[in-house]
């Protein structure tokens, strides 16, 4: 199988699994968005999506959570873990984004990455999913997921991030991030994987891998 033919039947399965596709993260607007994805960082979405809520009724925008203290939003948001980076993150953001953006989220790479906390990833998950303008974050999921099918060499996620935009076309990376993210949960998981039930990894994956699982499953 062909690299480009392996693309094609990554697109045409995903497609098929998943005609519809759910954003993870509950939020209103561009603003909610960018704080649950900071929250999400080494967090399960199902948590964030509870404690987010519980947040946003107190501060839904930057001119209330600015009211808050870094303490008072870090209490709110233990559950997440990484309380205090968090907390400052957000308090810190909202307070740059009245200063130097009026209250708006910006939308490029350059004016989201030079808020705190908000790294590569967080700022194209909002562009994406907020903007609807073309990003591939790229997270645990999309980074394990495009080795086991060889089409990354795995070294790193902006070497992952690289090789994703070469391979699949612009206008289908804002869909295809969130079904790589939703497959690999379901189908491809680090943790419990069953090959058997992995249809694209067991059709084109790496052979590396695929000797791998089944040495350890016997």
Known sequence: MTKQEKVDFVITTLNTLYPEI???LDHKDPYTLLIAVLLSAQCTDVRVNKITPLLFAKADNPYD???????EIKEIIRPCGLSPMKSKGIYGLSKILIEKHNGIVPQSFED?????????KTAGVVLSQAFGIPA???????HRLMYRWNLTNGKNVT???KDAKRLFPKEIWNDLHLQIIWYGREYSPAR???L???IITKTIGRSTVL???YANSK
């Open 112 to 120: 989201l990455e030079e808020l705190p906390a908000v790294g590569h």
């Open 65 to 71: 959570m600015i009211k808050l203290s870094v303490e």
């Open 211 to 213: 000797k791998a699982y």
């Open 196 to 198: 058997e039930k992995d």
């Open 159 to 161: 070497q992952t991030e």
């Open 22 to 24: 759910p954003i993870p």
């Open 192 to 194: 419990g994987w069953d």
């Open 136 to 142: 591939f974050p790229v997270d645990t999921h999309i």
